[in-house]
T-cell receptor
Framework: KQEVTQIPAALSVPEGENLVLNCSFT??????LQWFRQDPGKGLTSLLL?????REQTSGRLNASLDKSSGRSTLYIAASQPGDSATYLC????????????FGKGTKLTVNP | NAGVTQTPKFRILKIGQSMTLQCTQD?????MYWYRQDPGMGLKLIYY???????DKGEVPNGYNVSRSTTEDFPLRLELAAPSQTSVYFC???????????FGSGTRLTVV
């Protein structure tokens, strides 16, 4: 059974700092890994999608890496801003017939001005 | 494109009442999903569909039903609401199973 863990559960940083969010998963047989952002009381916004054959994806100040063999992904946020404050969710889509996108419980990020 | 649209955004139900949560997507996605999100528990898959006329159970299907008569619509039905169904419900879609997901903005349901 696929399990996704995100560490830390919460993170508070000063504005301008570069930071890394971690995601680990137990089964390396995946189609892809997706990072989402969720603002309080809102839906999920897709940030980056990494296919299993890829090593990283970049969008603006965000860079996500994938090491499938070790079951790890990181989301790097450069020059953090208060507007980056949100919960960041990692989710993996497994192979083997299951249609389930398995989510971690998220990292709640607070960027202080 | 509107993406994935969910209605209503908020609803309060009494125990034993029924309701349908609506989900519509305009991206011609084949796959559609219903998740529920509970505090500290992450998102759990309720039901999913791989195309019109085809649905299947996820992790937590008890107390829910779905149908998929068109590619665009994937309603979720609660027949006899229970307090345990108090949650935030998200609908999502993807073009194929190994494509990224697009989520709706959610329905916050309270059963009292």
């Amino acid at each position: 059974k696929q399990e996704v863990t995100q560490i830390p559960a919460a993170l508070s940083v000063p504005e301008g700092e570069n930071l890394v969010l971690n995601c680990s998963f137990t089964d390396s047989a995946i189609y892809n890994l997706q990072w989402f952002r969720q603002d309080p009381g809102k839906g999920l916004t897709s940030l980056l999608l990494i296919q299993s054959s890829q090593r990283e994806q970049t969008s603006g100040r965000l860079n996500a890496s994938l090491d499938k063999s070790s079951g790890r992904s990181t989301l790097y946020i450069a020059a953090s801003q208060p507007g980056d404050s949100a919960t960041y969710l990692c989710a993996v889509k497994g192979q083997g017939g299951s249609e389930k996108l398995v989510f971690g419980k998220g990292t709640k990020l607070t960027v202080n001005p | 494109n509107a993406g994935v649209t969910q209605t209503p955004k908020f609803r309060i139900l009494k125990i034993g009442q029924s309701m349908t949560l609506q989900c519509t997507q305009d991206m011609n996605h084949n796959y559609m999903y219903w998740y529920r999100q509970d505090p500290g528990m992450g998102l759990k898959l309720i039901y999913y569909s791989v195309g019109a006329g085809i649905t299947d159970k996820g992790e937590v299907p008890n107390g829910y039903n779905v149908s998929r008569s068109t590619t665009e619509d994937f309603p979720l039905r609660l027949e006899l609401a229970a307090p345990s169904q108090t949650s935030v419900y998200f609908c999502a879609s993807s073009y194929l199973k190994d494509y990224g997901y697009t989520f709706g903005s959610g329905t916050r349901l309270t059963v009292v």
